[in-house]
């Protein structure tokens, strides 16, 4: 028997059968979603636990999904081959040898026997014929009686010393070009920027690690700094791909596999004794091209010429600055001219003792090093301007520039950041 209901009954009981509906609706929906989460972590879970994976020896290797060639390893294609050891052996006549165990090198007591030295890394850019020339630091082939290089396929041969500049740290040797294959080319050090990918190649730690590659980035573009035994600034670039004892000599290669320095020095610490991690510096490629084209030509480096002995402006007291040198309290950077030889472009202009030099052709100088740094971008025959101050009085002199002579210009002192040489 049906039971009838009374209109406002059967208006109140379809709300609550409306509401009843939504809600089952809502719930539905949730219920779903959830489920539908279930599932798909169930289904995430299963791809994650290999099938069979609990049973003994279950365990497999699946295929490698990420990408073997990317621009970092292209770059190294390029460039390894054209990577070589270099061996810096000399006559030792006991254990207690200067240069010991530099980068795992052994020493004899035999005297007058050859045994390693010190061993770095080079770079071969040229093939010319049967002749094949390798760059890498002066500091690696100092002292050398014998220079070996190892190529990448690992032969060794002898190589012979063309040129050696030690005021750029560069050498150029020549080897037999038989088993070379690969030469590196030169990009255009001017044309890179901070933050940009770099790698370094070479033999950290000796030909054991021969070819290793570090990747870092480009840190600074130009960075004035100077090895710990030179008094000569330089202008380097800066980098935090590794550079360790045995990488000297070694290029720093972009991600186009062209080489834009030559891996030189490595600060390690700074001068209150601060562990510093990340800071090695290479030779712009352009100054290595301009260096080793004059070493292959010349088999020496004639650089231009002041003829002056000189002393940072910030060796001398303030109080001297005033009364001795008489120079206006804005002037707090140049070189104090000690010395003029006779005979040289300084004195020829006139230049005298006391003199402060504090610009060449319009360039800022703040020490020494600096002005050798800005000098050393000039030929010999150039004329420049150099801007002094005497007796208060700034003036400017135009000053052609003679051949470099090994008495003719000496510094006290340099201000810039002491980096010491990667073997």
Do not use: C
């Given at each position: 028997?049906?039971?009838?209901?009374?209109?406002?009954?059967?208006?109140?009981?379809?709300?609550?059968?409306?509401?009843?509906?939504?809600?089952?609706?809502?719930?539905?929906?949730?219920?779903?979603?959830?489920?539908?989460?279930?599932?798909?972590?169930?289904?995430?879970?299963?791809?994650?636990?290999?099938?069979?994976?609990?049973?003994?020896?279950?365990?497999?290797?699946?295929?490698?999904?990420?990408?073997?060639?990317?621009?970092?390893?292209?770059?190294?294609?390029?460039?390894?081959?054209?990577?070589?050891?270099?061996?810096?052996?000399?006559?030792?006549?006991?254990?207690?040898?200067?240069?010991?165990?530099?980068?795992?090198?052994?020493?004899?007591?035999?005297?007058?026997?050859?045994?390693?030295?010190?061993?770095?890394?080079?770079?071969?850019?040229?093939?010319?014929?049967?002749?094949?020339?390798?760059?890498?630091?002066?500091?690696?082939?100092?002292?050398?009686?014998?220079?070996?290089?190892?190529?990448?396929?690992?032969?060794?041969?002898?190589?012979?010393?063309?040129?050696?500049?030690?005021?750029?740290?560069?050498?150029?040797?020549?080897?037999?070009?038989?088993?070379?294959?690969?030469?590196?080319?030169?990009?255009?050090?001017?044309?890179?920027?901070?933050?940009?990918?770099?790698?370094?190649?070479?033999?950290?730690?000796?030909?054991?690690?021969?070819?290793?590659?570090?990747?870092?980035?480009?840190?600074?573009?130009?960075?004035?700094?100077?090895?710990?035994?030179?008094?000569?600034?330089?202008?380097?670039?800066?980098?935090?791909?590794a550079i360790n004892s045995g990488n000297s000599g070694g290029p720093l290669v972009n991600m186009a596999?062209?080489?834009?320095?030559?891996?030189?020095?490595?600060?390690?610490?700074?001068?209150?004794?601060?562990?510093?991690?990340?800071?090695?510096?290479?030779?712009?490629?352009?100054?290595?091209?301009?260096?080793?084209?004059?070493?292959?030509?010349?088999?020496?480096?004639?650089?231009?010429?002041?003829?002056?002995?000189?002393?940072?402006?910030?060796?001398?007291?303030?109080?001297?600055?005033?009364?001795?040198?008489?120079?206006?309290?804005?002037?707090?950077?140049?070189?104090?001219?000690?010395?003029?030889?006779?005979?040289?472009?300084?004195?020829?202009?006139?230049?005298?003792?006391?003199?402060?030099?504090?610009?060449i052709n319009g360039k800022k100088v703040t020490d020494a090093g600096d002005l050798k740094t800005v000098?050393?971008?000039?030929?010999?025959?150039?004329?420049?301007?150099?801007?002094?101050?005497?007796?208060?009085?700034?003036?400017?002199?135009?000053?052609?520039?003679?051949?470099?002579?090994?008495?003719?210009?000496?510094?006290?002192?340099?201000?810039?950041?002491?980096?010491?040489?990667?073997?």
């Amino acid at each position: 028997m049906k039971k009838h209901l009374a209109p406002q009954q059967r208006r109140f009981w379809g709300k609550v059968i409306l509401v009843g509906v939504l809600a089952g609706l809502l719930g539905g929906g949730a219920a779903l979603g959830i489920n539908s989460a279930i599932s798909t972590y169930r289904n995430y879970a299963t791809t994650k636990v290999p099938a069979g994976s609990s049973k003994s020896g279950g365990t497999s290797v699946s295929k490698n999904k990420a990408s073997l060639t990317n621009e970092t390893t292209k770059a190294y294609n390029a460039t390894k081959n054209a990577v070589v050891s270099v061996i810096n052996k000399q006559a030792t006549s006991s254990s207690d040898s200067l240069y010991g165990n530099v980068t795992g090198g052994s020493t004899s007591s035999s005297s007058g026997s050859l045994e390693t030295a010190s061993e770095g890394s080079g770079v071969i850019y040229k093939k010319s014929g049967n002749v094949a020339y390798v760059v890498t630091n002066n500091h690696v082939v100092s002292g050398s009686s014998e220079i070996q290089v190892i190529l990448s396929n690992g032969k060794t041969v002898d190589a012979q010393i063309v040129g050696t500049d030690e005021t750029t740290d560069l050498a150029v040797l020549k080897i037999n070009a038989a088993n070379v294959t690969t030469v590196a080319t030169f990009g255009n050090s001017n044309d890179i920027a901070a933050g940009q990918d770099v790698i370094a190649i070479g033999s950290p730690m000796g030909s054991e690690y021969a070819n290793t590659v570090t990747k870092g980035i480009i840190s600074a573009t130009k960075r004035t700094v100077k090895a710990s035994d030179s008094s000569v600034a330089t202008t380097v670039i800066q980098t935090d791909a590794a550079i360790n004892s045995g990488n000297s000599g070694g290029p720093l290669v972009n991600m186009a596999g062209q080489v834009i320095g030559i891996n030189s020095m490595k600060l390690a610490s700074s001068t209150d004794g601060t562990s510093v991690e990340g800071m090695g510096f290479s030779i712009p490629s352009n100054e290595v091209v301009r260096v080793i084209n004059q070493l292959i030509k010349n088999g020496k480096i004639t650089r231009p010429m002041l003829g002056v002995s000189l002393l940072d402006l910030s060796d001398v007291s303030s109080s001297q600055q005033q009364s001795v040198l008489n120079l206006p309290t804005s002037v707090t950077k140049g070189v104090v001219v000690m010395k003029v030889e006779s005979g040289y472009p300084a004195a020829n202009t006139g230049l005298q003792q006391y003199d402060v030099i504090t610009a060449i052709n319009g360039k800022k100088v703040t020490d020494a090093g600096d002005l050798k740094t800005v000098l050393y971008k000039y030929k010999v025959g150039d004329t420049v301007t150099l801007t002094y101050y005497r007796d208060g009085s700034k003036k400017t002199a135009k000053v052609e520039l003679n051949k470099e002579a090994s008495s003719s210009t000496t510094t006290s002192s340099s201000s810039s950041d002491d980096a010491t040489s990667a073997e």
